[in-house]
């Protein structure tokens, strides 16, 4: 779930910049969740799957290697959208 932000909540400028970019890093998490699943990363292998099981939690993997990737750097979406959430929330 990707988090609201209001620039109307009575927050710090540094609560609001973490809450801007935790809802930037949700959006590139999901983002490269979403191209990892187009590239067939997580599809169980025809000839050693590991069944059903295998394919029940492949989005769980593929997510958690998302994170991870977000939390090495990712591909530098978020910190582009952090930077336009600023400034749109700028009062």
Known sequence: MIPSVSPNL?????????ALRD?????????????LKSTGLGKTSETFGGGAGEDQFASFLTRAQAE???DAGGIGLAEHLFNALKQG???
């Open 10 to 18: 009575g927050l710090t400028p540094h609560q609001r910049d973490t």
């Open 23 to 35: 809802a930037a890093q949700a959006l590139e998490v999901n983002f490269l969740t979403e191209i």
């Open 68 to 70: 991870k990737m977000v």
């Open 89 to 91: 929330t700028k009062e």
